[in-house]
Nanobody
Framework: QVQLVESGGGLVQAGGSLRLSCAAS????????MGWFRQVPGKEREFVAA????????YYLDSVKGRFTISRDNAKNMVYLQMNSLKPEDTAVYYC??????????????????WGQGTQVTVSS
């Protein structure tokens, strides 16, 4: 069982930055790939970024490449999403998720087994 709690969301102007954090419980956290997703009302949950269990491989949605950075600290059971140069279209609820399969980090919501409650990110123009 893994419990995930996101924090760090808020309101920011376009061009600004936010850092999302995800605190994970469970002794096996370091064995799981982790991902960040986002969702706006009326749309499906969208993959944003993922990181392998050791942190050696990262994956990004094309529209966030060069602006967002995913990282993890297995000693602290934490995953982070640094978001720079934010745009109004980045506005969404952001979710942290754990992929308990063994292998490369999933790029689809169906690959993930545990989810946080989400944190709202609002980017004003």
């Amino acid at each position: 069982q893994v419990q995930l709690v996101e924090s760090g969301g808020g309101l920011v102007q376009a061009g600004g930055s936010l850092r999302l954090s995800c605190a994970a419980s469970g002794r096996t956290f370091s064995m799981y790939a982790m991902g960040w997703f986002r969702q706006v009302p009326g749309k499906e949950r969208e993959f944003v970024a993922a990181i392998s269990w050791r942190g050696g491989s990262t994956y990004y949605l094309d529209s966030v490449k060069g602006r967002f950075t995913i990282s993890r600290d297995n000693a602290k059971n934490m995953v982070y999403l640094q978001m720079n140069s934010l745009k109004p279209e980045d506005t969404a609820v952001y979710y942290c998720a754990a992929d308990c399969r063994r292998g490369p980090a999933g790029l689809s919501a169906k690959d993930y087994d545990y989810w946080g409650q989400g944190t709202q990110v609002t980017v004003s123009s």
